[in-house]
């Protein structure tokens, strides 16, 4: 590829990443409006969210192989251009259930984009130095995404409404084909890497039903809760046996088992179930229960979003010299601390400035520890299963995010209308609960670092950077 061209490509390669990331907060300040122009419960609305989270997360598991059996570039456009279609029908859904299917389909195509991306800018840098460069600028769009989702949620909810928050994808989709498009930005193929379709169906089916049994749990359908938990079981259970057998299976099992991992893996967790989750309840009590604008909303998540856009910065420094479990337990720390804080508040009513210390606490939280857990993953993995661990990683970052919203939500069930403390009391407790998850998980990753020695010098960045969150 020309020269010249490489870093138009490369924007492309970052926007495509960029829409995807955004798509999981620019719908959280939308939350209310949504409601009141489709109706539904606050269960229909947990299901607009985790309909995106549950086919990204299962779907990330197999999308590297994917990737790698039908050319990543194919992966990546046509990902693109599902996600910009979809986006279009989103935004003309006559119904929330049928939003809700196209929030599936808008998941699934974000898997197909994520793992292909990385692989597009191995292929345009095989320099390292340059490769390290380019990579730094695509994992940068992480922390840009998750912090500009709810201020561009909230401007584009009070401008013109829900709907806009998923025509904004659509120029994006289209801008991002153009610039990556043509025969220089490609991949090559890899017919024999096999992709087990039944054993991805069966996590997919495991997920969505376990969802379905945790949001029903918390509008107290215990017929609709025991099927769908029975359900979910039954269908685990296909899917462990099925990858007992499998010669392609879904899950690295030598990734599962290096020591440490499963202390990391399941911190990542604890952050998305912390942030998601947060970030779907915060809304519906700030502006159904305190009046707060869709703008207002946005703005007030600013204490929480803008430690994300430069933090990660020092939290690659502090990597590089130290190793990644420090941060990763002081990212911990500071989330329980926030969330905590953030619970407290709400439960009391305290004011708002109380309210943006927790966020600010939580934010920093996240931005220590996504970044230096990403590495840890990375270090942690055995040789030659980098990417495996990664896109392990982020498929559990995913479950965690699903969980957070199924479970808060639960906590919440904030009414759609005013008045009364019951709300307050809801989301108060779905924080403190947040806050709780993140304690157990600091605890176990500060057990797991007394019995794994730290590594004498961890490898380097790049890989780790490629996984960036």
Same mark, same amino acid.
């Given at each position: ?8 490509? !490369? ?10 990331? !955004? ?42 192989? %994917? ?7 194919? *992966? ?15 935004? @003309? ?9 196209? +929030? ?68 994006? %989709? ?30 997919? %089916?495991?997920? @969505? ?30 899917? =462990? ?9 879904? &899950? ?29 309840? *915060? ?13 207002? #909303? ?51 009513? =305290? ?50 995010? #699903?969980?957070?919203?199924?479970? *808060?939500? %639960? ?20 924080? !403190? &609960? ?16 007394? +019995? ?14 490629? +996984?960036?969150?």
């Amino acid at each position: 590829m020309s020269p010249d061209r490489k870093p138009y490509a !490369l924007i492309g390669i970052a926007l495509g990443y960029f829409m995807v990331l !955004l798509d999981m907060t620019v719908l959280s300040v939308a939350e209310p409006d949504l409601s009141r122009s489709l109706g539904g419960s606050v269960a229909g609305l947990q299901w607009a969210v985790t309909g995106y989270t549950v086919a990204f997360g299962a779907l990330l598991l197999s999308a590297g192989a %994917a990737a790698d059996r039908f050319g990543a570039h194919r *992966l990546f456009r046509g990902g693109v251009a599902v996600f910009g279609a979809g986006s279009l029908l989103c935004a @003309a859904a006559p119904g929330l259930w049928t939003l809700v299917v196209l +929030r599936g389909v808008l998941g699934a195509a974000a898997a197909a984009c994520v793992p292909s991306s990385m692989a597009l800018i191995t292929r345009l840098y095989p320099e390292p130095a340059r490769r390290a460069r380019a990579v730094s600028v695509w994992a940068a769009v992480s922390g840009a995404a998750l912090a500009a989702g709810p201020i561009a949620g909230g401007l584009l909810v009070g401008l013109a409404g829900w709907r806009a928050v998923f025509l904004v994808n659509v120029p994006i %989709a289209a801008l991002t084909l153009a610039l990556v498009s043509g025969s220089a930005v490609h991949c090559p193929a890899a017919p024999d890497r096999r992709v087990d379709r039944t054993g991805q169906a069966l996590a997919c %089916a495991a997920l @969505a039903l376990g969802t379905d049994a945790l949001i029903a749990l918390g509008g107290r359908h215990w017929a609709h809760t025991a099927c769908s938990f029975g359900a979910a079981i039954a269908t685990g259970g296909l899917f =462990a046996a099925r990858e007992r057998r499998s010669t392609s299976p879904v &899950l690295a099992g030598a990734v599962l088992r290096a020591p440490g991992m499963a202390a990391m893996l399941l911190a990542g967790a604890a952050v998305g179930f912390a942030l998601t989750g947060a970030l779907f309840v *915060l809304p519906l009590l700030l502006q159904q229960r305190l009046g707060y604008s869709a703008v207002g #909303t946005g703005l007030a998540f600013l204490p929480m979003t803008l430690p994300t856009a430069f933090n990660p910065l020092l939290t690659g420094r502090l990597v590089a010299r130290t190793g990644p479990r420090g941060p990763v337990l002081a990212g911990l720390c500071l989330l329980t601390a926030g969330a905590a804080a953030m619970g407290a508040t709400v439960w009391a009513g =305290a004011p708002y400035a109380f309210l943006a210390a927790g966020l600010a606490a939580a934010g920093f939280g996240v931005s220590f520890a996504l970044p230096a857990l990403t590495t840890a993953v990375i270090t942690l993995a055995p040789e030659g299963t980098a990417g495996s661990a990664g896109g392990l990683f982020n498929a559990v970052r995913q479950l965690g995010a #699903t969980m957070g919203v199924a479970v *808060l939500g %639960a906590f919440a069930t904030v009414a759609p209308h005013r008045g009364g403390g019951r709300a307050d009391h809801g989301v108060g407790g779905a924080l !403190l &609960l947040a806050a709780a998850v993140c304690a157990v998980c600091a605890t176990v990753a500060s057990a797991g670092r007394r +019995r794994s020695p730290q590594p004498a010098a961890p490898r380097p960045l790049t890989p780790a950077r490629e +996984r960036q969150p």
